[in-house]
T-cell receptor, first 117, second 113 residues
Framework: EAQVTQNPRYLITVTGKKLTVTCSQN?????MSWYRQDPGLGLRQIYY???????DKGDVPEGYKVSRKEKRNFPLILESPSPNQTSLYFC????FGGGQGAHNEQFFGPGTRLTVL | KNQVEQSPQSLIILEGKNCTLQ??????????LRWYKQDTGRGPVSLTI?????NTKSNGRYTATLDADTKQSSLHITASQLSDSASYIC????????????FGTGTRLTIIP
């Protein structure tokens, strides 16, 4: 089944304790992205990757890191989490980035609910 | 600044009734507009996509319309079902160097029996 998977789905941690949220897709997509979703603010892009070893900042990159060593994986790293990073996080992938084709649908993972105490 | 505004913020209707959700955007130049359905605690799932040359697109009981001149889109849900209870998000992609996605904050729809 074509899908985007994230782990863990739920995580409660404390300020300053490094954590990684994994994301994997099995659709051979070039483009992957991380979003956070907060009440009243909608989805905001954290980082994105156009292809292996190519990553770039989105709208809210502060406090996050990413890597893209393999096409299928795009982990999100919080080196020193803070309470303002408490949020619902989504990983997404699509065949290409940019505006290439109206049918370049973005598929979302199931989400990771992170609480930083 | 690229913006996507949705209305209403929330809506409650009786099962079986129709409803229409609105999306206004300022993204320019424009490439395409998608409507997503997001169930509580789940990732968004695409319902429809329209380019500037399309003014209507249907997916079962969901029909989206687009007026690229006025930069408005609507999502009409016919004969609502309890499973339609979800958030509906409008997402606009720009073009020609402005190709990022801009997300609306969504409309929370609740269907009551």
């Amino acid at each position: 089944e074509a899908q985007v998977t994230q782990n863990p789905r739920y995580l409660i941690t404390v300020t300053g304790k490094k954590l990684t949220v994994t994301c994997s897709q099995n659709m051979n997509h070039e483009y992957m992205s991380w979003y956070r979703q907060d009440p009243g603010l909608g989805l905001r892009q954290i980082y994105y990757s156009m292809n292996v070893e190519v990553t770039d900042k989105g709208d809210v990159p502060e406090g996050y890191k990413v890597s893209r060593k393999e096409k299928r994986n795009f982990p999100l790293i919080l080196e020193s989490p803070s309470p303002n990073q408490t949020s619902l996080y989504f990983c997404a992938s699509s065949l290409f980035g940019g505006g290439q084709g109206a049918h370049n649908e973005q598929f979302f993972g199931p989400g990771t609910r992170l609480t930083v105490l | 600044k690229n913006q996507v505004e949705q209305s209403p913020q929330s809506l409650i209707i009786l099962e079986g009734k129709n409803c229409t959700l609105q999306c206004n955007y300022t993204v320019s130049p424009f490439s395409n507009l998608r409507w997503y359905k997001q169930d509580t605690g789940r990732g968004p799932v695409s319902l429809t996509i329209m380019t500037f040359s399309e003014n209507t697109k249907s997916n079962g009981r969901y029909t989206a319309t687009l007026d690229a001149d006025t930069k408005q889109s609507s999502l009409h849900i016919t004969a609502s079902q309890l499973s339609d209870s979800a958030s509906y998000i409008c997402v606009v992609r720009g073009n020609f160097g402005n190709e990022k996605l801009t997300f609306g904050t969504g409309t929370r729809l609740t269907i009551i029996p």
